[in-house]
């Protein structure tokens, strides 16, 4: 079993910045791709950016040059720096991670619970 954990959303002003963490642990051998997506009220699940193991990037055309994914290979955790927020950034975020058990090597596909991104105008 592979949990993640995100932790880092909240309210802020348009313009500001929040910063978004997520961290796996559990039977993990390895993690391939990291990535945050989100979900507005009314609209399909999206994708926001994702990151390989070697730390290539992709990010949707929306969040490009505000919006920053990182990871840190040795703590498990996956960042997503969000700068000069707007308001059509309001969602939730959610964490998501694909990897291999420690014990058997099958593959999993883990998702993160969600954390609220609220922005004001």
């Known amino acids: 079993q592979v949990q993640l954990v995100e932790s880092g959303g909240g309210l802020v002003q348009a313009g500001e910045s929040l910063r978004l963490s997520c961290a796996a642990s559990?039977?993990?051998?390895?993690?391939?791709?990291m990535g945050w997506h989100r979900q507005a009220p009314g609209k399909q699940r999206e994708l926001v950016a994702a990151?390989?193991?070697?730390?290539?990037?992709n990010y949707a055309d929306s969040v490009k040059g505000r919006f920053t994914i990182s990871r840190d290979n040795a703590k498990n955790t996956v960042y997503l720096q969000m700068n000069s927020l707007k308001p059509e950034d309001t969602a939730v975020y959610y964490c998501?991670?694909?990897?291999?058990?420690?014990?058997?090597?099958?593959?999993?596909?883990?998702w993160g619970q969600g954390t609220q991104v609220t922005v004001s105008s």
């Open positions: 998501n991670a694909r990897g291999s058990y420690y014990s058997t090597r099958a593959p999993w596909d883990a």
């Open positions: 990151i390989t193991s070697g730390g290539s990037t």
């Open positions: 559990g039977s993990i051998f390895s993690i391939n791709a």
